[in-house]
């Protein structure tokens, strides 16, 4: 698929995902002769995995850190990066935990809004009108 169908198919600009590109996060699987960026679902797969932990408030170079680990295959270094993998399991677990806490205040607030439009209107209260203090002049 062409950047835009993928932009299309994932709600992301097409800015973004050039800039993803730009910064080795998500390169297109191919070009077409005149240069077009062009797009596998694998390609999609791992976009998909990028918003996840977007949605987690990683930042890029953790993101970077993350897809590696995915990909790792086996061996020595397939141990060592299962460390790291249990690592960023545990932090994107206190990161979900932050924002469904999150989540139930904007619940709470939404909830509180929601009860106060559907109570009758009421005349606001007057406070009373304070006379000026006259100093003795």
Same mark, same amino acid.
């Given at each position: ?8 198919r994932?709600?992301l ?13 998500? =390169?297109?699987?191919?070009?077409? !002769?005149?240069?077009?960026?062009v797009?596998? #679902?694998?390609?999609? @797969?791992?976009?998909?995995? /990028? ?8 930042s890029? #170079?953790? /993101?970077?850190?993350?897809?590696? &680990? ?5 061996g020595?270094?397939? !141990? &060592?990066?299962?460390d &790291?993998m249990? @690592? ?5 677990? =206190?990161?979900?935990t932050? !924002?469904?806490?999150? !989540? ?5 607030? /939404? @909830? ?20 000026? &203090?006259?100093?003795?002049?």
């Amino acid at each position: 698929m062409h950047i835009g169908e993928l932009a299309d198919r994932t709600g992301l600009s097409l800015r973004t995902l050039r800039h993803y590109d730009e910064v080795g996060l998500l =390169r297109p699987s191919g070009r077409t !002769l005149g240069g077009f960026r062009v797009y596998s #679902e694998e390609d999609f @797969t791992r976009l998909t995995l /990028i918003r996840q932990a977007r949605a987690l408030k990683f930042s890029l #170079e953790e /993101i970077s850190e993350l897809l590696d &680990v995915l990909t790792a295959r086996s061996g020595y270094h397939g !141990l &060592v990066k299962l460390d &790291v993998m249990e @690592t960023l399991l545990g932090e994107a677990r =206190r990161r979900r935990t932050r !924002l469904a806490a999150d !989540l139930e205040r904007a619940d709470d607030l /939404i @909830t509180h809004l929601s009860t106060r439009l559907q109570q009758p209107t009421q005349q606001p209260t007057q406070l009373p009108v304070q006379q000026p &203090v006259q100093q003795p002049g």
